[in-house]
């Protein structure tokens, strides 16, 4: 692949996965207008149901997990150009969720449903802080390298990405795992919680606990006694505002 053809394979990548998280926000909010939601799909009984939401999950997860470990991109890399590699691995997540959003069986019980109107309106602040959590962390620790435009750019430009560093910026002073948190609060924030909805998040909630395992794992062999100061020093998913370790942020 040509280093012209490695950008514009990375700048559809991205798209393809802007797109995607967009949709992904009005799937778990279960806007109106769509026609397709966590809640809004094809019906099916409640074991079929269960049985394809719940490995439609674990689909998105194993995609997830397997591409981003070291060992899998070692061997990726021997067929797939390293300055594609995170572009490839964008594009497979994207089109996991996709496959989600498509095979999605809603379970219409109700759990529980906030009517009260400052309460539900605080809910949906809640949800929508929760995706610009998401979006702002990803800005914080590198958007475009973490979607794989920075790495096809240098690739066209002939430049070295630098030495990774151990960097705490804004979020991470305070929380190791703010995009989760993020998430977390998306996915769980919703005035109207039925059935289907609690499935999506108690499943992509097991997903990201297991995740941050392994990530801290990938991190403390990165970075060895400085990350694990760091972690340490901050809390996990919930902010903690009085730090242990008081040495300014790189």
């Known amino acids: 692949m040509s280093r012209t053809a490695t950008l514009l394979f990375a700048i559809i990548c991205y ?23 966590v809640d809004n799909g094809p019906q099916a009984p409640l074991a079929v149901a269960l049985v394809v939401d719940i490995a439609l999950m674990a689909l998105f997860g194993l995609q997830h997990s397997m591409m981003a470990r070291p060992a899998f991109k070692a061997r990726w890399t021997r067929i797939v150009p390293p300055a594609a590699e995170r572009s490839v691995y964008v594009l497979a997540a994207s089109i996991a969720l996709m496959i989600l959003f498509l095979g999605w069986r809603p379970i219409d019980t109700i759990v529980w449903n906030f009517t009260n109107p400052i309460l539900h309106d605080l809910i949906w602040v809640l949800f929508w802080a929760g995706w610009a959590t998401v979006l702002v962390s990803t800005f914080l620790i590198n958007h475009f390298e973490l979607f794989g435009l ?26 190791a795992h703010p995009l989760y948190s993020g998430f977390f609060l998306s996915f769980w924030a919703t005035p109207e919680m039925t059935a289907g909805h609690l499935l999506l998040a108690l499943g992509l909630s ?4 297991i995740a941050i395992r392994y990530e801290e794992h990938d991190l403390t062999n990165q970075f060895g006694e400085e990350y ?17 370790d008081r040495n300014p942020a790189a």
């Open 15 to 37: 798209a393809i996965f802007f797109a995607t998280f967009l949709y992904l926000i009005v799937f778990v909010g279960d806007f109106a207008f769509a026609t397709v939601t």
């Open 150 to 175: 920075q790495q096809a750019w240098f690739h066209v430009s002939g430049r070295q990405a630098a030495k990774p560093e151990l960097r705490q910026p804004v979020f991470y002073r305070y929380v």
């Open 228 to 244: 694990r100061r760091y972690r340490s020093s901050v809390g996990g998913l919930i902010p903690r505002f009085r730090r242990r």
């Open 206 to 209: 097991a997903y990201m606990l």
